[in-house]
């Protein structure tokens, strides 16, 4: 779920910084997701897809496929 984050955030040519301060979502809460560490919430998944302009579950099918791979 972060690598699909990621390649729109490089995709953008942003940096986690602007993208936090544009979405709400905290620096610490991208790197957190990165270091899985943190899954985020849906309303913070939805801020970070309105953002980028895509349907949430842009990052929910990803997150369906690495639960049946395990």
């Given at each position: 779920m972060y690598q699909k984050?990621?390649?729109l955030r490089d995709k953008a040519g942003v940096t986690d910084y602007e993208v936090a301060k544009r979405?709400?979502?905290s620096t610490s809460t991208l790197t957190n997701w990165k270091y899985g560490r943190y899954c985020p919430k849906f309303d913070k998944l939805?801020?970070?897809?309105r953002y980028f302009d895509v349907p949430v579950e842009y990052?929910?099918?990803d997150q369906k496929a690495?639960?049946?791979?395990?």
């Open positions: 984050y990621a390649e979405t709400g979502v939805l801020a970070i897809a990052f929910a099918d690495e639960k049946e791979e395990v």
